[in-house]
């Protein structure tokens, strides 16, 4: 069982009979009354999202959910194709499970599955991820490498702003949990 001081974004709970993911979570003590925790909940199953109220020190239930390390191999019209890294096993997921997890991912990368009542129900991706600038504005007199910077597209779609010296077919490392630029990958 949980306790309200081990909650935490992305941790898994079991409430009213149904596994959630916390999607956020605020611990409050307030100067008068009773500390409580403020979490907003994600069902595994459906998506739907709930905002509870837990007074401190309540218990939740651990869900009955399994996470495996897999790996991504390919999109097939609206499935993601995974591979178990341990077994081999191909997994079909639907677009609505990976989420915004496609953003981050080529070809191989590594990653998590999350399985509920052996159904595919999430995937986490590293916190970091390498990819490619596919398309950016080009360098401008005057330009420094501090302060500011310009959009590019990555491979695989996603937009974020990095320093003006980055050019197109460049790789930069990515925080996947704030879709911002960490540093230039050297070759």
Excluded: W
């Excluded at 909650?7 to 605020?26: D, N």
């Excluded at 007074?55 to 194709?81: A, I, N």
Aim: glycine content about 8%; charged content about 25%.
């Amino acid at each position: 069982m949980y306790s309200t001081t081990d909650f935490r974004k992305g941790l898994k709970i079991e409430y009213t009979g149904k596994a959630f993911t916390i999607v956020e979570c605020q611990h409050v003590a307030p100067g008068k009354g009773a500390a409580f925790v403020k979490a907003r909940l994600k069902n595994l199953e459906t998506g739907q999202v709930l905002d509870v109220t837990f007074k401190s020190g309540d218990m939740v239930d651990v869900p009955d959910v399994e996470t495996r390390d897999m790996q991504f191999l390919y999109q097939e019209g609206e499935h993601y194709v995974f591979m178990d890294n341990k077994t081999y096993d191909q997994v079909r997921v639907g677009e609505k499970e990976v989420g915004d997890a496609k953003m981050y991912m080529i070809d191989n990368c590594p990653l998590s599955v999350t399985f509920y009542n052996n159904k595919a129900v999430a995937i986490e991706m590293p916190n970091f991820v390498e990819l490619d600038i596919s398309e950016t504005q080009p360098n401008i007199k005057g330009d420094t490498s501090s302060g500011g910077g310009k959009p590019a597209t990555l491979e695989t779609g996603l937009t974020v702003t990095v320093p003006f010296h980055l050019n197109a077919g460049e790789k930069i490392k990515i925080d996947t949990r704030t879709n911002q630029y960490i540093e230039k990958v050297k070759s």
